[in-house]
């Protein structure tokens, strides 16, 4: 069973950044469509940017022009750049295959407040 973990997230002012990281073991992961999914409080979680395994992006219309999707095959890690940060993308983020495939890991709390 691949395991995910992801990292980086925090307190960030509006109109900040952070880089969010997901390392999954397992060779497999060079194979899949990766994606970040989010969940905000009271709401159902969503995808937000997915990567295929040749590292072609796609993108939700909510942060299309600020999210950098990106990934390292030789290390089993996927990427989220976040610019431009709005208190909306408040969330807890997740990474995954696209479509699900694999167990949840414990996301990475994002915080986007003055």
């Known amino acids: 069973q691949v395991q995910l973990v992801e990292s980086g997230g925090g307190l960030v002012q509006p109109g900040g950044s952070l880089r969010l990281s997901c390392a999954a073991s397992?060779?497999?992961?060079?194979?899949?469509?990766m994606g970040w999914y989010r969940q905000a409080p009271g709401k159902q979680r969503e995808l937000v940017a997915s990567i295929t395994s040749g590292g072609s992006p796609n993108y939700a219309d909510s942060v299309k022009g600020r999210f950098t999707i990106s990934r390292d095959n030789a290390k089993n890690t996927v990427y989220l750049r976040m610019d431009s940060l709005r208190p909306e993308d408040t969330a807890v983020y997740y990474c995954?295959?696209?479509?699900?495939?694999?167990?949840w890991g414990q996301g990475t709390q994002v915080t986007v407040s003055s």
């Open positions: 995954n295959t696209n479509p699900l495939r694999w167990s």
């Open positions: 397992g060779s497999i992961f060079r194979l899949a469509v």
